[in-house]
């Protein structure tokens, strides 16, 4: 689908945009180079959004569950241009990396994975020094985080040995704490075209770790092939915690409708959506973003407003931008 095509039929009205320039310490960490033609203790600020919930919003939606046994697997759904179920991606070239062996959680015959057969990185390491804060300034949000998670464990990295994961992902790299300041706008818009996303940060979670998108190095789905903890997360080879998709341990501690569970780096909101059912929403209720609009809380007020959606199924949280995203990668 061509970018000018997606936004004639994806268009989605909200809030005028005026990305702020953002900065993240990100040491050791490479800029994805946009393609041609692209537009260039623990602490959450009282009134932020973090963690707000909606009974409103998806009372229209009845969705056809995806199954955590037979997760759709997203490889080769690697794009360049926006495409529902793809990952837009600035990286065209793909080297090795990632889990070293797929597991017999995957099915390649049927094409799906099983979430609740795949094993996580065991071990219980503790992060006292953790910190993470959404505060406002002006038109801004200002998201403070050092990369490690607020409430919660994380396993051992690297992978030891001894770990039955080690058989398929020998995560050599160890968890390192970043220095990591991001302005973005308190009201996002659309881009003038959609923008493809990197293999580095795209957006945070209100666990205070930082979240890639779904791909490994290899350009396969990560949520399929990589081995990670009970929490859904691990490091790269900088030592920068990530997740890849949004994790149980954040999906079930939400409610109502919608909930709130992190920012992407255009600074539209990254959401868990439910129908009335209680089902997560699906690629065939997002567009080619992964988002959509309806009605969640957005700074303090219900308002209907474009955002991203948590899904089980791949791409799992952002498929491209829909708005114009800070420079995760600049050092300082």
């Not at 209907?304 to 491209?320: I, K, N, R």
Request: with cysteine; proline share 8%.
């Amino acid at each position: 689908m061509a970018r000018s095509t997606y936004f004639a039929t994806h268009a989605r009205s909200a809030k005028a945009l005026a990305v702020s320039v953002g900065a993240i310490v990100a040491l050791g960490a490479c800029t994805p180079s946009p393609r041609p033609g692209f537009p260039g203790g623990t602490s959450v600020a009282p009134g932020s959004d973090t963690n707000s919930t909606s009974t409103t919003g998806t009372s229209e939606i009845i969705t056809t569950p995806v199954s955590p046994a037979a997760i759709p697997l997203g490889d080769g759904h690697v794009s360049d241009s926006p495409q529902i179920g793809y990952v837009d991606s600035c990286t065209t070239t793909f080297k090795r990396g990632g889990a070293e062996h797929a597991g017999p959680w995957i099915d390649t015959t049927s094409g799906t994975w099983d979430s609740e057969t795949k094993p996580a990185v065991e071990g219980s390491v503790s992060w006292p020094n953790a910190s993470y804060s959404v505060t406002t300034s002006g038109p801004s949000r200002i998201i403070s985080t050092v990369d490690l998670p607020i409430d919660h464990a994380t396993g051992i990295f690297p992978i030891p040995a001894s770990d039955p994961a080690y058989q398929y992902d020998t995560n050599p790299n160890s968890i390192t704490a970043q220095s990591i300041v991001w302005r973005l706008t308190l009201n996002p818009t659309a881009a003038p075209t959609p923008r493809c996303t990197g293999l580095g940060p795209i957006g945070v979670l209100d666990d205070g770790v930082l979240l890639f998108n779904a791909l490994d190095a290899a350009g396969r789905d990560a949520g399929a092939h990589e081995v990670l903890d009970s929490c859904g997360e691990h490091p790269e080879n900088t030592g920068m915690l990530h997740h890849h998709n949004v994790p149980s341990c954040i999906l079930d501690k939400t409610t109502g409708s919608s909930t709130l569970v992190g920012y992407a780096a255009d600074g539209y909101g990254i959401y868990v959506e439910r129908d009335t059912n209680g089902n997560l929403l699906t690629n065939a209720d997002l567009d080619a973003c992964h988002g959509r609009t309806s009605t969640v809380m957005w700074n303090g007020t219900e308002q209907s407003v474009y955002h991203y959606d948590a899904t089980l199924e791949y791409p799992y949280t952002v498929g491209c931008f829909h708005g114009t995203p800070i420079n995760t990668h600049v050092a300082g």
